[in-house]
């Protein structure tokens, strides 16, 4: 079994910056992608950013771009999302996943384990 553990969420005004991180424990399986995905309240859960492997292969949803950084240490089995310029938009519960291969999806249903989600509030 694979368990992740999201920490770096909180309360933060517009613009601020924060940093999430995300930390694989467990059974181990070789190569795997890494994604954030967000879910506020009432909406479905969308994705954020993912990222390979090596890190050759990154993708950012549209309404992060250029604000939010994604990022991983292969030694420490953790994946980072640096958010920076924050907006009240990005209020939501943000979930970390894992896709075990060098696939680098894009949608939920293809991402294989979750972690338990940590809350980012921006205040206006």
């Known amino acids: 079994q694979v368990q992740l553990v999201e920490s770096g969420g909180g309360l933060v005004q517009a613009g601020g910056s924060l940093r999430l991180s995300c930390a694989a424990s467990g059974r181990t399986f070789g190569v795997y992608a890494m994604g954030w995905f967000r879910q506020a309240p009432g909406q479905e859960r969308e994705f954020v950013a993912a990222i390979s492997w090596s890190a050759d292969s990154i993708y950012y949803a549209d309404s992060v771009k250029g604000r939010f950084t994604i990022s991983r240490d292969n030694a420490k089995n953790t994946v980072y999302l640096q958010m920076n310029s924050l907006k009240p938009e990005d209020t939501a519960v943000y979930y970390c996943?894992?896709?075990?291969?060098?696939?680098?999806?894009?949608?939920?249903?293809?991402?294989?384990?979750w972690g338990q989600g940590t809350q980012v509030t921006v205040s206006s």
């Open positions: 996943s894992v896709r075990p291969g060098v696939l680098v999806p894009l949608t939920e249903r293809e991402y294989f384990y």
